[in-house]
């Protein structure tokens, strides 16, 4: 297995309040994989998910992605993030083709190319090309996240942080994402790395999962599916069980 | 009317529209009993929040219309006067809200807001860190001599349950109380809720979209779909319904998620 992104003895420590958020973290993403990263609030998972897309520098230690190393924001930007506040990637005032074409400027597509490669991707997200001749404020709720989605995926990004992307979802829409989370990696190739508290959604799709603790990764999980059967045979802390277990699963 | 004895609320064909005549609630009835813990579920925008608001009369005049009557223990709470409503909030019926950084009073500590409500209701503090320390609340002293905005929305959203528990209102109606709770000390706060609703017998609305909390403390629940409330059922008979197909929809939806 490639190895996508690395990290080594990420440390994040806050002088001002004198806390460390985040200890010696080491672990390694493979290429087109899900990792599904959970533990309590206040654990680190939303700093470290942070240090990875470069919106906050860690204190020490190093990141590699395709075994390069690299600091701060990965320099072909081929890390991206979607947000839990997903409605604030919206310009209001823009519609949304507009924006659409904006973010395909970095890439130089052929005018004729445009629409089929939009096309392409809306599709994938569930959203009918209709929508391009909108403004956001028209859609609802879910749709505005499938867009927010589709606009990290106009680029093709090789690697994409999901940041609780379940919260505040009904089970129709969460039932949904997942397909197309789903859709989006076997199709794009794209390793996803996904942050939530809800483990029984995590189970479903991810192919490992990282559970977090006072800012450490206590247990690291390979989830294996076999026909409507999902289970969990790796050794784990009593944490993980407790977790677990606060959702009514044994393993 | 004759009431029977142990029903505490009496919901009479409520209906809420904004005045731009957008209706939001339709022809809503219900009625609650003493020791029942009633869970209503509904996806966003359905009108869970408007009917949580409306139950309590919290609803601004001056933006919606309501019609209809809401009973409690006899009393239609839509028509009493202002004193008697305050009277009614005060002793009869806790609300905790959705979002719990508007709830608190941003210029006062917790200490001073919970010291107000226990000399004005006749508790002692001790019983709101006792309720605290239940919750996972350990380190109280630091958290009480702190303002809210220094909070996070887990503890505060804690908070806000403890201050209402802590003056054992007959009826209490809590909407999404556990949105911003990791799921260890959702179900601590959940099993709370269910001790208070049958040792203490009193009652519990719960608003919630999270089908799991229904189906481990729910008595009854319903299904509120565009503003109308078709169904409410036994939580065994809910899980079977085949009444409405978008709850259908829903409960498959749910069933596809479990592990």
Redesign the interface.
């Known amino acids: 297995m490639k190895s996508i992104l690395k990290l080594e003895g990420i440390s994040f420590h806050l002088k001002k309040i004198n806390q460390t958020i985040l200890k010696d973290i080491t672990l390694e993403i493979y290429q087109s994989e899900i990792f599904g990263l959970t533990g309590e609030s206040g654990s680190g998972k939303s700093t470290l998910a942070k240090i990875i897309s470069g919106l906050e520098k860690q204190t020490s230690g190093k990141k590699y992605f395709y075994e390069k190393e690299f600091w701060g924001v990965e320099p072909e930007h081929r890390i991206q993030i979607l947000f839990q506040n997903y409605s604030a990637s919206h310009d209001p005032f823009q519609k949304i083709d507009s924006a659409f074409n904006e973010i395909l400027k970095i890439k130089k597509f052929k005018t004729e190319d445009l629409f089929r490669h939009k096309k392409e991707i809306l599709d994938l997200v569930g959203l009918s090309d209709t929508v391009l001749s909108l403004y956001p404020g028209q859609l609802s709720g879910g749709q505005l996240q499938r867009l927010a989605l589709a606009k990290l995926l106009l680029l093709k990004p090789p690697f994409l942080i999901l940041d609780e992307p379940f919260a505040s979802q009904d089970f129709v829409s969460i039932v949904n994402l997942i397909k197309i989370f789903q859709q989006v990696n076997q199709k794009l190739k794209t390793t996803f790395l996904c942050i939530s508290h809800e483990i029984p959604f995590l189970m479903k799709f991810c192919d490992r999962i990282g559970v977090m603790k006072d800012g450490e990764i206590k247990d690291i999980l390979t989830v294996e599916r076999k026909e409507n059967k999902i289970e969990i045979k790796d050794r784990h802390s009593d944490y993980t069980n407790f977790l677990f277990q606060s959702f009514g699963m044994d393993i | 009317m004759i009431e029977p004895s142990d029903e505490i609320l009496r919901v009479v064909e409520l209906s809420v529209s904004t005045k731009s005549n957008k209706v939001i609630l339709n022809n809503i009835n219900f009625t609650c009993k003493e020791r029942e813990f009633l869970v209503i579920i509904g996806?966003?925008?359905h009108g869970k929040t408007t009917l949580s608001l409306s139950v309590a009369n919290l609803l601004n005049k001056n933006v919606f219309n309501v019609n209809g009557k809401i009973f409690f223990k006899g009393k239609d709470i839509l028509s009493l006067s202002d004193i008697d409503l305050n009277l009614i909030r005060q002793k009869n019926i806790g609300y905790i809200p959705q979002n719990p950084f508007s709830s608190f009073n941003p210029t006062k500590k917790i200490k001073t807001q919970f010291e107000e409500q226990s000399k004005l209701k006749n508790i002692s503090l001790d019983f709101y860190i006792e309720l605290m320390k239940q919750l996972e609340l350990k380190n109280f002293e630091l958290i009480l001599n702190k303002y809210p905005f220094e909070l996070?929305g887990?503890i505060l959203q804690r908070l806000s349950a403890v201050r209402c528990l802590a003056f054992k209102p007959e009826l209490i109606i809590a909407d999404e109380p556990t949105?911003?709770?990791?799921?260890?000390?959702s179900?601590l706060l959940l099993s709370l809720f269910y001790k208070f609703v049958k040792d203490e017998k009193k009652t519990l609305i719960l608003i919630t979209?999270d089908?799991s909390i229904a189906e481990k403390f729910a008595d009854r629940i319903a299904f509120l779909n565009s503003g109308e409330m078709n169904v409410i059922l036994n939580r065994e008979q809910f899980f079977a319904s085949k009444d409405s197909i978008d709850l259908k929809?829903?409960l498959e939806?749910?069933q596809?998620?479990?592990?």
Do not use: C, T
């Open positions: 996806k966003n925008g996070s887990g949105s911003a709770l990791d799921k260890p000390v179900n979209q089908l929809i829903l939806a749910y596809q998620l479990k592990i």
